[in-house]
């Protein structure tokens, strides 16, 4: 799911996940603009996380940054987190 590249592990029972974000020192070179994308990324899953991830049995998440745009808005990473969460809760059984 555009711009993130989701990695997660299923538990046998329902915790809290642990989230990991990455964003590729090879495209961003200065720390300023990793810190604030994963600002936004962490603020896009926490206002996300408790309508896709409440009772599953997810152990943890990884959320690997692909985008390219240094200045993404938040809006559009929140719509795109909406929709990766929508997948891992459809993707569990």
Same mark, same amino acid.
């Given at each position: +799911?555009y711009p %993130?590249?989701i ?10 996940? #642990? *989230?990991? !974000? #990455? !964003?590729?020192k090879?495209?961003?070179?200065k720390a !300023?603009? =990793? &810190?604030n994308?994963?600002?936004? *990324?962490?603020?896009?899953? =926490?206002l996300?996380?408790?309508d %896709?991830?409440s009772? @599953?049995?997810?152990?943890? !998440?990884?959320? *690997? ?5 240094? &200045?993404?808005?938040?809006?559009? @990473?929140k719509? =795109? +987190?909406k929709k990766?969460?929508?997948?891992i809760s459809k993707?569990?059984?």
């Amino acid at each position: +799911m555009y711009p %993130y590249k989701i990695k997660y592990l299923s538990a046998k029972e329902s915790e809290p996940p #642990s *989230i990991l !974000i #990455s !964003i590729s020192k090879k495209f961003f070179k200065k720390a !300023i603009s =990793r &810190n604030n994308l994963k600002r936004k *990324i962490k603020e896009a899953y =926490r206002l996300t996380k408790g309508d %896709y991830l409440s009772g @599953l049995p997810v152990q943890s !998440i990884a959320f *690997i940054y692909v985008g390219k745009e240094e &200045n993404a808005a938040f809006d559009f @990473l929140k719509t =795109r +987190m909406k929709k990766a969460l929508e997948g891992i809760s459809k993707a569990q059984p």
